[in-house]
């Protein structure tokens, strides 16, 4: 329960930040808090001197008078809630907000590797999911603790000033109340996590397969996946179902508390009217108060839950956030602009994990040079020339570009003066002129042009019936598998880069098309470092 709690404190912590840059919200909401549960609290106050006033002689002008006051208090309360839940849940929402622009963008920034060590579907679970939980937490979940705070404190100083021998007996179950908030809180937050990670296990599990639906449908597939889903989703079932199972006694515990509170205030409270140590209308402020403290406790078991909800989220959030970039920018980095394009691999060897791929790879490929490397599947063509734009990081051996070595160059410095296609096309679901001008800082509609020339798309672009606004569907499916790989290399060439990496980009272009765009490339190559891996 000790490491339980030091990590939900933790988690919380971390969102000290992003609520420090809200404070004026924050406040405000504090003060409307403040003013909503004062015209609350002033409604049993005035309550008892209407009673009292009925047991002498009041006259039917005072008691509209006492009602229009109390609609009044209520009107004026309302108009209070309202501002005080458009600052806090104005607030959490515009937190939640800067966390998502934050998790993506620490995402942009992390290298290759981890992507290989976590499923997509994982990712979008905590980018959606543990983001709302979150909000929850920041939204209802602190204006329900302010709630809680402001209206338990005056209510049970208010109940003192009328008795506070009656305040004593009434606070006697509170100790338990406390005891049972401990022990729920820490299963909370433990069946709550699991529960989240569940719910990404059938994320990545859908996303999965509906991107490998072709294959699914090519194997006859479907009941498999179907029971495989199936599962998942049982398995999810079962771990809400455990967590609603600690979560559910929980309200009506503590409306047993409750209860057990009220028994004791009527009993002794009935006692002290009869004894005329206090008024009937004073029993009945006390009763409007001890009424009140119902839903600050019931909205306290709310928070606990929002509370471990949100902190275990949290803890999963701030495992992608704190993740270190493999590959970065470093004080190593030093002011280049311009990249010729010659290449050098000094004793270069590299290994996934224990596997080595490359063993002592010397290399030179001067400036203007078009060289070709070939050798069979797995032998390490692509690693050598993912080395190249930094997609892998270099751990044993020195590369260099233009005689400086490739850590001193900027990342945005360095891909931006290499076009790189690799072995699997990946095209956005947008329009293929979208997809080829990628990358390209300034739209330049001759560069358009002659980039769809020289990959030999510009006569198939010419028979679409949309032309270059044509939707290629989400990673292309519209196309053939070599309209997707021209419109790679076109989306390569058009940057015009120093550098220009082909991996295998013409495995399913046919031989005569393939035979046209080297033809075309020929001229492109003059000036440029042209690698072709096959």
């Known amino acids: ?37 004062l015209c609350a609290l002033l409604i049993p106050y005035v309550l008892r001197y209407t009673i009292d006033g009925l047991q002498t002689v009041i006259s039917k002008e005072t008691l509209l008078l006492y009602a229009l006051l109390i609609v009044s208090i209520s009107i004026m309360g309302g108009f209070f809630r309202y501002l005080m839940t458009r600052r806090i849940v104005g607030l959490a929402f515009q937190i939640e907000y800067e966390l998502r622009n934050d998790l993506f963008s620490h995402l942009q920034k992390l290298s290759l590797s981890y992507f290989h060590k976590i499923q997509t579907g994982d990712i979008m679970a905590r980018a959606t999911n543990d983001l709302k939980a979150v909000r929850m937490l920041l939204g209802p979940g602190i204006r329900n603790l302010l709630n809680t705070i402001i209206m338990g404190t005056a209510a049970v100083a208010l109940m003192f000033v009328i008795n506070s021998e009656l305040t004593l ?21 433990r069946r709550f996590k699991k529960v989240q990670e569940q719910f990404s296990s059938i994320s990545a599990g859908v996303q999965e397969n509906l991107s490998g639906i072709r294959v699914v449908k090519a194997h006859a597939q479907e009941e498999n996946e179907k029971r495989k889903f199936k599962q998942l989703n049982q398995d999810y079932m079962n771990k809400n179902m455990s967590l609603a199972r600690i979560w559910g006694p ?24 009869i004894t005329e140590r206090i008024s009937l209308g004073q029993l009945v402020q006390f009763n409007g108060y001890l009424m009140m403290l ?22 999963r959030l701030m495992e992608i956030l ?49 060289i070709g490397i070939t050798g069979p599947i797995g032998s390490g063509k692509s690693t050598l020339v993912n080395l190249i734009p930094r997609l892998l990081e270099l751990r044993q051996g020195s590369l260099t570009i233009d005689g400086r070595e490739i850590k001193t160059i900027p990342l945005k410095v360095l891909r931006k003066n290499i076009g790189y296609v690799p072995q699997e096309t990946f095209l956005f679901s947008e329009s293929l002129k979208e997809n080829i001008i990628y990358g390209l800082e300034r739209f330049d509609e001759a560069k358009l042009r002659r980039a769809v020339s020289i990959s030999a798309l510009n006569d198939e672009i010419g028979r679409f019936s949309q032309g270059y606004e044509t939707p290629v569907g989400e990673r292309g499916v519209t196309l053939s598998g070599g309209q997707k790989q021209r419109t790679a290399l076109s989306r390569a060439i058009i940057r015009e880069p120093k550098i220009l990496i082909l991996d295998d980009a013409f495995s399913s272009v046919d031989v005569h098309t393939e035979e046209k765009i080297l033809k075309q490339l020929r001229k492109f190559r003059k000036g440029r470092t042209c690698i072709l891996v096959a």
């Open 1 to 37: 329960r000790l490491l339980t709690a030091m990590r939900i404190n933790n988690n919380l912590a971390r969102l000290k930040t992003y609520l420090l840059r809200h404070k004026r919200d924050l406040i405000w909401g504090v003060i409307f808090s403040i003013g909503t549960n």
């Open 250 to 273: 929980f309200f009506p515990f503590i409306m047993l508390i409750f209860g057990i509170g009220m028994i004791i205030v009527l009993w002794l409270g009935g006692r002290l009217v």
């Open 169 to 189: 007996y009434s606070l006697i179950p509170l100790p338990i109340l406390t005891i049972a908030v401990a022990i729920f809180s820490s299963r909370i937050f």
């Open 322 to 370: 704190e993740q270190v970039p493999e590959i970065q920018d470093g004080d190593w980095t030093q002011d280049i602009n311009i990249i010729e394009g010659e290449i050098e691999f000094r004793n270069v060897s590299f290994a996934y994990d224990e596997k080595v791929i490359l063993k002592n790879i010397n290399l030179k490929i001067p400036t203007g040079i078009t």
């Open 294 to 315: 119902t839903f600050p406790m019931m909205a306290l078991g709310f928070v606990i839950n929002l509370v471990q909800r949100g902190s275990a989220s949290m803890g």
